[in-house]
């Protein structure tokens, strides 16, 4: 069965930076669109980034873009997400997400456990 697993989250000071991993596992095509979402207490959920399969292409929220970079490892089965100069906004739980889909902007029915991300002084 699907899968996804993040790891990477923890406690970075603001202006620093952190890296996210998810791993999938259960995919029956090569790969799928992945997506990052993020919640923080009291807050709806909130797009962060995907990143494509059919062609790589990457889309970011505006509260992220230039901060933040998504990547894959197709080989490992993993897409990553790169957050530098963050702030204490960003402070959420972190989830990955796919839909099986080739593109993005599909509603996501497989999602990982979430990993905290806290960013604070």
């Known amino acids: 069965q699907v899968q996804l697993v993040e790891s990477g989250g923890g406690l970075v000071q603001p202006g620093g930076s952190l890296r996210l991993s998810c791993a999938a596992s259960?995919?029956?095509?090569?790969?799928?669109?992945i997506g990052w979402f993020r919640q923080a207490p009291g807050k709806e959920r909130e797009d962060v980034s995907c990143i494509s399969s059919s062609d790589g292409s990457t889309h970011y929220a505006d509260s992220v873009k230039g901060r933040f970079t998504i990547s894959r490892d197709n080989a490992k089965k993993t897409v990553y997400l790169q957050m530098n100069s963050t702030k204490p906004e960003d402070t959420a739980v972190y989830y990955c997400?796919?839909?099986?889909?080739?593109?993005?902007?599909?509603?996501?029915?497989?999602w990982g456990q979430g990993t905290q991300v806290t960013v604070s002084s």
């Open positions: 259960g995919f029956t095509s090569e790969w799928y669109a």
């Open positions: 997400a796919t839909a099986l889909r080739l593109t993005c902007g599909w509603e996501y029915q497989y």
